[in-house]
């Protein structure tokens, strides 16, 4: 249905489309609502896809690629009314371990954004159901930054280099 009507997820200002007036939610929030891993991973493949932005827009590759760019980071960070929550801050408190996962797992969510109380995140882990010790963890490891560490090879050197640590949030300076 979106591919057909793209307006459904895209709304005429550019912003993610809002599905739940009062709260501000959405499609992103409601899918972390009802701990639907397939909905968000759909949503966000969506989004990235440039050939979804061009059936909307008609633009360039690189405008694409810009636009979609933006929108994900939209739908990803954008605060609720309310409790001004992300979408991750909403799987995050509900246990939502492979929604968090989805999310995560793109670079531009941003793990460490603050809602109305101050709180980010992992400060709410499971905090609106029964803490399970495994989800807990998992959403716990999930929400931590991975350093990556890199081992450059030269085909003139026998012995391999290794580099200095980045992650996405701490990327390498030169």
Same mark, same amino acid.
């Given at each position: 249905? @979106?591919?057909?009507?793209?307006?459904?997820? @895209?709304?005429?200002? $550019?912003?993610? *489309?809002?599905?739940?007036?009062?709260a501000?939610?959405?499609?992103?929030?409601?899918?972390?609502?009802? *701990?639907?891993?397939?909905?968000?991973?759909? @949503?966000?493949?969506?989004?990235?896809?440039?050939?979804?932005?061009?059936?909307?827009?008609? $633009?360039?590759? /690189?405008?694409?690629r810009?636009?979609?760019? @933006?929108?994900? $980071?939209?739908?990803?960070?954008?605060?609720?009314?309310?409790?001004?929550?992300?979408?991750?801050?909403?799987?995050?408190?509900?246990?939502?371990?492979?929604?968090? !996962?989805?999310?995560?797992?793109?670079? /531009?969510?941003?793990?460490?954004?603050?809602?109305? !109380?101050k709180?980010?995140? =992992?400060?709410?882990?499971? *905090?609106?159901?029964?803490?399970?010790? *495994?989800?807990?963890? /998992?959403?716990?490891?999930?929400?931590? $930054?991975?350093?990556? =560490?890199? =081992?450059?090879?030269?085909?003139?050197?026998?012995?391999?280099?290794?580099?200095?640590?980045?992650?996405?949030?701490?990327?390498?300076?030169?």
């Open positions: 249905m @979106i591919w057909e009507n793209p307006r459904y997820l @895209i709304s005429n200002g $550019d912003m993610p *489309s809002i599905l739940q007036e009062g501000r939610y959405n499609a992103l929030h409601v899918a972390a609502r009802k *701990s639907n891993a397939d909905m968000a991973a759909l @949503i966000l493949d969506t989004i990235a896809d440039t050939k979804f932005i061009q059936l909307l827009y008609g $633009d360039c590759l /690189e405008n694409s810009q636009r979609s760019s @933006i929108l994900l $980071d939209l739908y990803l960070n954008m605060p609720d009314k309310g409790l001004h929550e992300t979408p991750l801050h909403i799987a995050s408190k509900l246990g939502a371990t492979r929604v968090v !996962e989805v999310f995560v797992n793109l670079p /531009e969510c941003k793990k460490y954004q603050l809602n109305k !109380e709180l980010t995140p =992992v400060e709410i882990i499971c *905090s609106r159901q029964t803490p399970y010790a *495994s989800a807990t963890l /998992e959403i716990k490891h999930l929400l931590q $930054d991975t350093f990556f =560490v890199p =081992v450059l090879r030269s085909p003139t050197q026998d012995q391999p280099e290794v580099g200095l640590p980045f992650s996405t949030t701490k990327p390498l300076v030169r």
